[in-house]
């Protein structure tokens, strides 16, 4: 049977997953942004490609020349977005079921080439109680701390 960690894994690693899918597996690393707060779920995903940070729709400006381009259109980023809400509902309703703290912010980074997988977690409010930060203002300022520190 499927213990709790064992679920809430699996649906990280979905996350994961499609924002690999998204880049045809050519990242060096992936990072992920899901935010659930009050009735507020939102998400956002950026890489790291030959040593440049970069958001999805920027992903073919670091490609070197003789690289087959992404599909970076919008419709194929919100297929992304979609699934990564989807998965952190499901987190939620898992919470729920299990009677646990569901996290308000998680920050996942896999890095492609080691297989290493690291997930930073918050439990307390981080917009919601912010009179002018919104989730995706978050999202922006981890985006360039993590540009800013190479991490």
Not at 27 to 50: G, Q
Not at 139 to 148: L, P, S, Y
Request: proline share 1%.
């Amino acid at each position: 049977m499927n213990t709790f960690e064992d679920r809430f894994s699996k649906l990280q690693a979905d996350m994961i997953s499609i924002c690999m899918e998204y880049i045809e597996e050519r990242a060096d690393k992936i990072y992920v942004y899901a935010s659930c707060e009050e009735s507020i779920i939102s998400s956002k995903f950026f890489y790291l490609i030959n040593n440049k940070y970069v958001k999805p729709h920027k992903v073919n400006d670091v490609l070197a020349n003789e690289d087959e381009r992404y599909n970076v259109s919008s419709e194929r980023q919100f297929m992304v977005l979609d699934i990564l809400n989807e998965d952190i509902e499901k987190i939620k309703e898992l919470c729920l079921d299990y009677e646990k703290d569901m996290p308000t912010e998680m920050k996942l980074i896999y890095d492609v080439k080691s297989g290493k997988y690291k997930a930073e977690y918050k439990y307390d409010l981080v917009y919601t109680n912010h009179e002018t930060k919104t989730a995706r203002q978050i999202a922006d300022e981890w985006f360039e701390e993590v540009k800013k520190n190479n991490l």
